[in-house]
């Protein structure tokens, strides 16, 4: 099992930057895929951006490509997205999400068993 906890969500206007952190605890041994999403109200969960167990594979939306940026600490089991440039469309639940045992990047939400709680992203226009 593994816990996820998101924080660094907030209240920011257009243009403005935020960065969103993912702290795992549990069975941090393994290696896992992260990624985080977002869920705006009355839409679907979607993929913001994905990063594999080293790393190296990165994946983005087209929405926020050039704007976010993941990154991961293995050391200190969190990962992190850097959001620059917000828009109003970016305002959404964020979420953290963690796929075992995967060492590829994973944009699929049915790919990952464990998921943070959420934090409220807004963007003000």
């Known amino acids: 099992q593994v816990q996820l906890v998101e924080s660094g969500g907030g209240l920011m206007q257009t243009g403005g930057s935020l960065r969103l952190s993912c702290a795992a605890s549990?069975?941090?041994?393994?290696?896992?895929?992260m990624g985080w999403f977002r869920q705006a109200p009355g839409k679907e969960r979607e993929v913001v951006a994905a990063?594999?167990?080293?790393?190296?594979?990165?994946y983005y939306a087209d929405s926020v490509k050039g704007r976010f940026t993941i990154s991961r600490d293995n050391a200190k089991n969190t990962v992190d997205l850097q959001m620059n440039s917000l828009k109003p469309e970016d305002t959404a639940v964020y979420y953290c999400?963690?796929?075992?045992?995967?060492?590829?990047?994973?944009?699929?939400?049915?790919?990952?068993?464990?998921w943070g709680q959420g934090t409220q992203v807004t963007v003000s226009s």
């Open positions: 990063i594999n167990w080293s790393g190296i594979s990165i």
């Open positions: 549990g069975r941090t041994s393994s290696r896992y895929a």
């Open positions: 999400a963690a796929a075992s045992d995967r060492l590829v990047v994973v944009t699929s939400a049915t790919g990952y068993a464990y």
